[in-house]
């Protein structure tokens, strides 16, 4: 069974191009998450999805930063225009609802990005 | 927002050792989650809590769920190189978000 697909796994762009973010999460599953990880501030949620419905965007740092979920199985983060500060590992993640005996979520491999 | 406070933030271990860490909480949790994360890899499951009190064994990993709601510790029986990596808890609570901790970062003494 496949699990959560990200791309790019790396990424280097220049100060203030736009970049995107690409998620398949596992099929059936109705939440997908997306993470920043970084050495300072460790995982944070920026946002998640139920049903392909953002439910909080609260952890979403500023307007440069956006997600979409047109379909239960395809999601996107996108960074426009992109920030040295952004730079960060991605993940995304996915799962049934957490609670019930037996469901957690899983993580990507991550997208590694690096603005310079 | 809520906040855990996962320790130690390192250790060091030598093969054979038994090591533990722990997380805390000020709110409670109605799901822990115990995750080991490798160099350029995602966060990878080991154990799952549902129910206060519970205690969790995979393999050489035991991971309890605090009776208070609020704590879970995570211990690692007869350690082996391959054990090195970063480790983190995950509080559930309402809504299908996960809170995690720091992380533990388990080193091989040199």
């Known amino acids: 069974d496949a699990g959560v697909i990200q791309s790019p796994r790396h990424e280097v762009t220049e100060m203030g191009q736009e970049v995107t973010l690409r998620c398949k999460p596992i099929s059936g599953h109705d939440y997908l998450f997306w993470y920043r990880q970084t050495m300072m501030r460790g995982l944070e949620l920026l946002i998640y999805?139920?049903?392909?419905?953002?439910?909080?965007d609260s952890g979403m740092p500023e307007d440069r930063f956006s997600a979409k979920m047109p379909n239960a199985s395809f999601s996107t983060l996108k960074i426009q225009p992109s920030e040295p500060r952004d730079s960060a590992v991605y993940f995304c993640a996915s799962s049934f609802r957490i609670g019930v005996v037996g469901n957690t979520i899983y993580f990507g491999e991550g997208s590694w990005l690096t603005v310079v | 927002g809520q906040q855990l406070n996962q320790s130690p933030q390192s250790m060091f271990i030598q093969e054979g050792e038994d090591v533990s860490m722990n997380c805390t909480s000020s709110s409670i949790f109605n799901t822990w989650l115990w995750y080991k994360q490798d160099p350029g890899e995602g966060p990878v499951l080991l154990i799952a809590l549902y129910k206060a009190g519970e205690l969790t064994s995979n393999g050489r990993l035991t991971a309890q769920f605090g009776i208070t709601r609020k704590d879970s510790f995570l211990n690692i029986s007869a350690s082996i190189p391959s054990d090195v990596g970063i480790y983190f808890c995950?509080?559930?609570?309402?809504?299908?978000?996960?809170?995690f901790g720091g992380g533990t970062r388990v080193l091989v003494k040199p």
């Open positions: 999805f139920n049903n392909n419905v953002p439910i909080d």
């Open positions: 995950a509080g559930g609570a309402a809504g299908n978000k996960l809170t």
